[in-house]
């Protein structure tokens, strides 16, 4: 998408603002270009066209619905939608933060579970604007995982959905097919986990003088690379 004095990647792209000009932003990945008195690419983000021929996929899945959750929803009107929606195929859940919802509220994880047994795909995505869905990281987000629930990671809601529909398409009876190629990437749409997992990691990283120093053996530092914070010279983690 070129809008304004920015391309983005489509299947990284939202809409953001109806009325402005920078109507469309790419949050989770850096515009492939900005255009000003001089034109600045980040062409090294792009990737290579496909070698197959490019082909329309026409059968794409309608029958997903995407849910927001909001503080004091009635767990009873998702359980209804998942025994009463004999159709439905997948749900796209935007959770809030990294992929949390009320600790508290065993009806829901419940209700993503009679999803599941009702061949029906959960994904989690997040209601922020940044970063991306961590279900392992808190203990509602393992139950979520525990009930079935798939983390849509960096992925935009509108991604998401249209990823679902796509591969609901190429796979219509297979749930459990959708589920597992759903966190693979097709075209850019997802980044890799460390990218928006940073934040919890940055202890962990050794400043390369650091490390230089150091002969023990090297510590996991979860494929991350940083530059050394300011105080690292003085005191080394």
Not at 48 to 74: K, N, Q, S
Not at 116 to 145: E, S
Request: hydrophobic share 40%.
């Amino acid at each position: 998408i070129f809008f304004h004095d920015r391309l983005v990647r489509g299947c990284r792209s939202a809409k953001v603002d109806s009325l402005g000009l920078r109507a469309f932003d790419s949050p989770n990945f850096d515009p492939l270009a900005t255009v000003g008195v001089c034109v600045n690419d980040n062409f090294a983000k792009g990737l290579d066209p496909p070698r197959d021929p490019c082909t329309a996929m026409l059968r794409m899945e309608t029958r997903i619905v995407v849910l927001r959750m909001v503080p004091g929803f009635d767990d009873a009107a998702l359980v209804a939608c998942f025994a009463n929606a004999r159709d439905l195929r997948a749900v796209v859940v935007e959770c809030y933060g990294c992929g949390t919802a009320p600790s508290r509220r065993h009806s829901l994880v419940e209700a993503f579970r009679l999803a599941k047994d009702r061949n029906v795909v959960v994904v989690a995505t997040t209601q922020c604007r940044r970063g991306g869905v961590i279900l392992d990281h808190y203990a509602v987000g393992k139950a979520l995982l525990e009930a079935g629930v798939v983390s849509a990671g960096d992925m935009t809601t509108e991604c998401a959905a249209t990823k679902l529909a796509f591969l609901f398409g190429k796979y219509p009876d297979d749930p459990d097919k959708v589920r597992a190629l759903f966190g693979v990437p097709l075209r850019g749409e997802i980044s890799d986990t460390d990218d928006y997992t940073r934040p919890f990691f940055e202890d962990e990283i050794l400043p390369p003088s650091a490390a230089a120093d150091d002969d023990s053996p090297p510590r996991k530092t979860a494929n991350l690379q940083a530059p050394p914070r300011p105080d690292a010279a003085a005191t080394p983690p």
